[in-house]
């Protein structure tokens, strides 16, 4: 299957740690990736893990990955207003490069 | 450096109308995808081109099609358009080549379709 699941809202104080969560039905994906979309803009890649890792840290981001499970996490330290934003998680299943998102998860900071 | 462009940033059509999106991918860039992102939707992916051919098919409607130009760039082009065309269209390129392993797309900004 290709559905990528994700909780729709998070809401957190600047300066908190934020986790989004996600869960991937397709095993074969190869890398599983994570995207930012602020209003009305266009798809930043923020990171990516390949499927044989469990964790990979890119300055305030960590990405830890459940592959028995299929659950897929970002923290974002010290959120930051600037951080507000949908976050989306995407995997590219075996033998294809297309991309599946997630269904989004809009991360709120409050200052 | 170089990104994504799409043209053009917003159009506004009415229905049973045709439009034309273009793309031009990052230079050096051999692969072109076109996603369909929906109000308050996730992107759905609808067609991507290799080497100027076809490489896979998503949720493309049948009055869609797309190509490849010798130029790497892309087009999009809707006919019969329907109210529930209105979407943001989003150009994605990145560089496949032969061998495997990491083949990071890139954005473009999105074109921005109102269908009246």
């Known amino acids: 299957g290709e559905d990528v699941e994700q909780s729709l809202f998070l809401s957190v104080r600047e300066g908190d740690s934020s986790v989004i969560n996600c869960t991937y039905t397709?095993?074969?994906?190869?890398?599983l990736y994570w995207y930012k979309q602020e209003p009305g803009a266009g798809l930043q890649l923020l990171t990516y893990?390949?499927?044989?890792?469990d964790m990979k840290q890119d300055q305030r981001l960590t990405v830890l990955l459940n592959k028995k499970d299929k659950h897929l996490s970002l923290r974002i330290a010290d959120t930051q207003t600037g951080d507000s934003a949908i976050y989306f998680c995407a995997e590219t299943p075996w033998a294809t490069n297309k991309l599946i998102f997630g269904t989004g998860t809009l991360l709120a900071v409050q200052p | 450096a170089a990104g994504v462009i799409q043209s053009p940033r917003h159009l506004i059509k009415e229905k049973r109308e045709t439009a034309t999106l273009k793309c031009y991918p990052i230079?050096?860039?051999?692969?072109v995808y076109w996603y369909q992102q929906g109000p308050g939707q996730d992107p759905q992916f609808l067609i991507s081109f290799y080497e100027k051919m076809q490489s896979d098919k998503g949720s493309i409607p049948d009055r869609f099609s797309a190509q490849q130009f010798s130029d790497y760039h892309s087009e999009l082009n809707m006919s019969s358009l329907e109210l529930g065309d209105s979407a943001l269209y989003f150009c994605?390129?990145?560089?496949?080549?032969?061998?495997?392993?990491?083949?990071?797309?890139?954005f473009g900004p999105g074109t921005r379709l109102l269908v009246l």
């Open positions: 893990i390949f499927s044989n890792m």
């Open positions: 230079p050096r860039h051999d692969t």
């Open positions: 397709d095993s074969s994906s190869t890398y």
């Open positions: 994605a390129s990145s560089l496949v080549g032969t061998s495997g392993g990491l083949k990071t797309q890139y």
